[in-house]
């Protein structure tokens, strides 16, 4: 049977391939999702699911997770700068949370993704020169997904740490897409439609700048990343505790965007391609 190593090479081509062809011919977001677990589905038949779960519902976990993520990802590239910068933030904390679980493949992955995700941050910050596009989007989302999943294997003290720590590293992306279809769904909107009313642009509306927007959300990202290595080092109760403030955290975050007028929010197109 092939390496691991050889088998996510494969299937982060097939996510890119599967972004690239929806950059050329935008299929139907249905085609789309189907295709998106069909390799979640191969994915954790194939290099495994997360720990911490019994196996039937960790599979299930694992099956939505990745395609989730990928979305996620791919939501989340709508502005200047946003995605790449926050990959590269929460690949570095999952290669540190590698270190502290005793995982060095967590690691490894964690130190290449954030350098590929860096260097192209840096022609894609405000204002850009180059972007991402679906094909780079999905391809990142699905690497994020399987090192999260990947982490869940390392040797924490309890099974809050277990599932916490790669829960927060992943929770800002978590947050800005529950806040979109929230957002569509509270407004008649289309889950799958575009628009401007993510965590970026209101952000940048409140803030005055993409620029302030973007560090805004690299300090959220930052704190999330303190948070799970907290959770991974703690003992169960305090773990508990600081799980309870990055979530209530995140939440004060949404309500306080949830607040802010974009204009032309609920009917402009433009944004992301999910």
């Given amino acids: ?159 809050l740490g277990r599932v916490g720590a790669p829960f927060l590293l992943l929770s800002v992306f978590l947050t800005d897409t529950a806040f979109v279809v929230l957002w569509r769904a509270r407004h008649g909107l289309p889950v799958m439609q575009g628009d401007r009313n993510h965590t970026s642009h209101r952000l940048a509306v409140l803030l005055g700048s993409e620029w302030r927007a973007n560090l805004a959300l690299y300090t959220m990202q930052l704190m999330m990343g303190v948070c799970a290595l907290g959770v991974s080092l703690l003992p169960p109760l305090p773990s508990a505790l600081l799980i309870l403030f990055a979530i209530a955290l995140l939440a004060l975050f949404a309500h306080r965007l949830w607040q802010v007028d974009v204009e032309d929010g609920e009917s402009d197109g433009s944004g992301d391609g999910a």
């Fill in 1 to 159: 049977m092939p390496s691991p190593p050889f088998l996510l090479l494969l299937f982060g081509a097939v996510a890119f391939s599967l972004g690239f062809y929806d950059d050329l011919r935008s299929p139907r977001p249905i085609y789309r999702l189907l295709l998106q677990f069909l390799l979640a589905s191969f994915s954790v038949t194939f290099i495994g699911w997360v720990k911490g779960f019994p196996d039937g519902l960790a599979i299930l976990l694992s099956v939505v997770g990745i395609a989730g993520m990928m979305n996620s990802v791919n939501m989340m590239d709508n502005m200047d700068g946003v995605a790449s910068g926050l990959m590269t933030l929460a690949m570095l904390g999952f290669a540190v949370l590698g270190v502290v679980t005793n995982n060095p493949q967590v690691t490894v992955l964690g130190v290449l993704v954030a350098g590929a995700a860096l260097g192209f941050w840096w022609h894609n910050r405000p204002p850009a020169r180059i972007f991402m596009g679906d094909a780079g989007s999905l391809l990142l989302g699905y690497l994020l997904a399987v090192t999260a999943i990947l982490a869940s294997r390392g040797e924490f003290g309890h099974w």
